[in-house]
């Protein structure tokens, strides 16, 4: 073409040449193709840098590559380099792209982040004696300097263990107690970036015993004890409370009422002549406390000075004679498809129910199925004639008495049209 010549291709340069990325010990770099290129194509890039005390360009790659990328590998940090990009045209001719600046190598700098848990972005709740192993991820390049402290102080290290990996910042506590319970606040820190984790953490036991138990009302066979919230909840909410009852006869507890949420209760259905003692247990998330607060009262439901009568209640009686709810209605229906008649009926005791057609029963005729079902009462036709049409009359009868009622049934033929 016109405007190729040997030595160099007008407009045949790389285009966009730009830095990718930079380490400690190499530069990426990346290019379009030429905006032209000739008849001749195109065989490779060459891509060559020159330290800036140096006046010497040094190849990168020692054959040519087709591709529009590549990383100089083996630089020493803190170096400052020129560099640019020679397309090589078929005809042997080049085009060269360079970089506007210096590229400094350096390791670059990614700021600290902390990465939060899921279980440990609310209260992180343990118990007392269990061990405490938090690992939390933390990312940073170059590595940040990791800092742990609990509310605002620093951590005690003959209980605490401490141990940071490349990935995780680490915090370990053998066995726990209740004065472990705080905010612990992770902070990784380089140069002047710092990220920041603060965990909630809660040590929790049984509780305490509820105090001052005592008796409220005693009346007939109920009995209202009291009593106030326990002392020591463990560090953790109080769920309810267990309360139990025991017969001095006995001596065995039972359990009258589990998770009460209120500090009074009524006991109710005690027996007669019995003495009773009763206890309290407290209960969070860790359970019922290791003891009960024991009533320092004795309850006797004393037995009642006349003797008790029992209230007599006549018998009622529910026999009646048959009776229809829903007598049986008129009906038109077509000749050759199966009808039904239906009506219902109560009565005690369970009336006999009989179908019968001009006064004749049904009852023996295999055209007509009668059925009887809570009440309700059917008379089934199967594929009605002229013949079957006429009065039907549906009789319950039981001990009591006897009930009848009627219903016209109307067979039309089929008109079949010319």
């Keep these: 073409m016109a405007s190729e010549n040997p030595k160099e291709v007008q407009g045949g340069e790389p285009t966009d040449l730009t830095v990718d990325d930079v380490t400690s010990t190499s530069v990426t770099l990346n290019w379009n193709s030429p905006k032209h290129i000739g008849t001749s194509g195109l065989a490779g890039y060459l891509v060559e840098y020159s330290k800036e005390s140096t006046e010497t360009w040094v190849a990168a790659n020692k054959e040519l590559t087709t591709k529009n990328v590549l990383v100089i590998k083996n630089l020493s940090e803190g170096d400052k ?7 090589v045209h078929g005809s042997g001719a080049t085009a060269t792209a ?30 007392i004696g269990q061990k405490l192993n938090l690992s939390i991820p933390v990312q940073g390049n170059p590595k940040p300097t990791i800092t742990w402290s609990k509310d605002g102080q620093p951590l005690p290290s003959d209980r605490v263990n401490i141990c940071n990996s490349a990935t995780n910042a680490i915090l370990f506590i053998r066995k726990l107690e209740q004065e472990d319970s705080g905010k612990y606040k992770l902070v990784a820190q380089l140069d002047t970036a710092k990220d920041e984790l603060v965990i909630d953490v809660q040590v929790v036991d049984k509780p305490g015993p509820p105090q001052n138990l005592k008796l409220g009302n005693v009346w007939g066979f109920n009995v209202t004890l009291e009593w106030q919230p326990p002392k020591d909840n463990g560090n953790a909410e109080i769920s309810g409370y267990t309360i139990q009852k025991a017969d001095k006869k006995t001596g065995e507890w039972y359990t009258v009422m589990e998770k009460s949420h209120t500090t009074t209760y009524t006991i109710s259905n005690l027996v007669m002549g019995n003495h009773y003692n009763f206890r309290v247990f407290s209960e969070n998330l860790c359970g019922l406390s290791e003891k009960a607060a024991l009533c320092k009262d ?21 026999n009646e004679p048959p009776k229809f709810t829903q007598p049986p209605v008129d009906k038109i229906t077509t000749a050759g498809f199966t009808t039904k008649l239906f009506c219902s009926v109560r009565g005690n005791p369970r009336p006999k129910i009989s179908w019968s057609k001009n006064q004749v029963l049904l009852d023996e005729n295999p055209k007509f199925r009668i059925l009887t079902n809570e009440g309700i009462c059917t008379l089934e036709i199967r594929k009605p004639c002229a013949f079957d049409g006429g009065v039907y009359t549906c009789k319950a009868m039981n001990a009591l008495g006897e009930v009848a009622a009627n219903c016209k049934l109307d067979v039309k033929a089929v008109v079949v049209a010319q």
């Design 98 to 127: 360079t970089l506007p600046g210096a590229v400094l190598i350096k390791q670059p700098i990614d700021p600290p982040k902390i990465r939060s848990p899921r279980n440990l972005r609310e209260t992180f709740i343990r118990k």
């Design 81 to 87: 380099l020129q560099v640019r990009v020679k397309a």
């Design 298 to 318: 004795t309850v006797y439901i004393p037995k009642p000075s006349k003797p008790y009568t029992p209230r007599v209640y006549e018998e009622k009686d529910f």
